[in-house]
């Protein structure tokens, strides 16, 4: 496990203090908070940030959609957030997170499963049953 330094001078976080890109979006980062394990990644507005920090369940935007998903409303595949962290340019976030069931919308563990070995991709596993 992590170690975690507290501050000794805390700062009420503004999440328009964010750096989003042109499309007013942020990168998101969902890491396992047990096993550290990279599960997704998948795009936030401010509304999106706003959202997960009051609810404490990982809402992200839906660039296709152009709408608000709520990690796992459909699927049952929740993400609690645990820790909301970010870089230090203020231009990627990363939710540490409770993952229920699957993090990728193919039933994978995580969207990581395909590697590149010895220049062949190579399927890491197969999605959960």
Known sequence: MQKVFVMSDTVTFDPSNLKYNEAGLIPAIAQDHASG?????????QQAVERT????????WSRSRQAFWIKGETSGHIQELVDFRFDCDRDCILVVIRQTGAACHTNRRT?????????????LMKPME
């Open 37 to 45: 394990e990279v599960l997704m990644m998948a795009w936030m507005n």
């Open 53 to 60: 920090l009051e609810t404490r369940c990982v809402t992200y």
């Open 111 to 123: 969207c990581f499963y395909t590697a590149v070995r010895d220049g062949e991709e190579v399927e």
